[in-house]
């Protein structure tokens, strides 16, 4: 039988995709990197949960989702991103700002959830290691870093300990927006 919904990531470290699993887990859905969607065949689903990793405040490969609204009907579409910085009303909005065009204005239900970072992730051939030599460019260039940038540079340089904030309870309101779409 078809399932009610499927669930779609990009995950560089493992936080979204341990979201996505656990997600798909409790409410029986079909789950998949975003690389292996394909977004017509996504739009038979009554609900689309998409989820990825904050950097700079962006959500990593939501770019897809937007490119393929136009193939989204009457979805009930949810959007989560993993990220460790801590979160409030004003942060939440300029996530928002940031990551979702006006044309979607409000067709969506968007959750920030608790990620984490680990040292290794950000050394030599780590997932990260790129984008982190990247960002540490951008602050020598005196370029603004964001208050999860700044954070993620920390742990790479190794002035914080490892983050594992990852917590299966902030995925209620995903759990419940998805349960309400009948
Ligand atoms: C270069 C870099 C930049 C980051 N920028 C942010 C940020 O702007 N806001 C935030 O909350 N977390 C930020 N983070 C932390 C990541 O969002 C966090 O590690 C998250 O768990 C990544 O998701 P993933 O494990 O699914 O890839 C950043 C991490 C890196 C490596």
Same mark, same amino acid.
């Given at each position: 039988m078809a399932k009610d919904g499927i669930i779609l990531y990009s995950s560089k470290t493992g936080y979204s995709k341990r979201y996505a699993e656990y997600l798909a887990e409790e409410l029986d859905y079909t789950i998949k990197p975003i690389q292996k969607a394909n977004l017509f065949n996504v739009s038979c689903y009554p609900v689309v949960i998409y989820g990825g990793g904050l950097k700079h405040n962006r959500i990593d490969g939501l770019r897809g989702i937007i490119d393929g609204?136009?193939?989204?009907?009457d979805q009930t579409l949810i959007i989560f991103s993993a990220g460790l910085a801590s979160l409030n009303d004003d942060l939440i909005k300029q996530i928002k700002a940031h990551n979702f065009?006006? &044309?979607?204005?409000? /067709?969506y239900v968007y959750q920030p959830l608790p990620g984490g970072l680990h040292r290794k992730d950000c050394?030599?051939?780590?997932?990260v290691a790129k984008e982190v030599a990247l960002y540490l460019q951008k602050r020598d260039e005196h370029k603004k870093l964001t208050r999860g940038d700044k954070l993620a540079l920390a742990i790479a340089e190794g002035q914080t300990p490892d983050q594992d904030r &990852?917590?299966?309870? /902030?995925?209620a309101t995903i759990i419940q927006a998805a349960r309400c779409h009948v």
């Amino acid at each position: 039988m078809a399932k009610d919904g499927i669930i779609l990531y990009s995950s560089k470290t493992g936080y979204s995709k341990r979201y996505a699993e656990y997600l798909a887990e409790e409410l029986d859905y079909t789950i998949k990197p975003i690389q292996k969607a394909n977004l017509f065949n996504v739009s038979c689903y009554p609900v689309v949960i998409y989820g990825g990793g904050l950097k700079h405040n962006r959500i990593d490969g939501l770019r897809g989702i937007i490119d393929g609204f136009k193939y989204l009907g009457d979805q009930t579409l949810i959007i989560f991103s993993a990220g460790l910085a801590s979160l409030n009303d004003d942060l939440i909005k300029q996530i928002k700002a940031h990551n979702f065009p006006e &044309f979607m204005s409000d /067709a969506y239900v968007y959750q920030p959830l608790p990620g984490g970072l680990h040292r290794k992730d950000c050394e030599g051939n780590g997932p990260v290691a790129k984008e982190v030599a990247l960002y540490l460019q951008k602050r020598d260039e005196h370029k603004k870093l964001t208050r999860g940038d700044k954070l993620a540079l920390a742990i790479a340089e190794g002035q914080t300990p490892d983050q594992d904030r &990852f917590d299966t309870s /902030a995925c209620a309101t995903i759990i419940q927006a998805a349960r309400c779409h009948v």
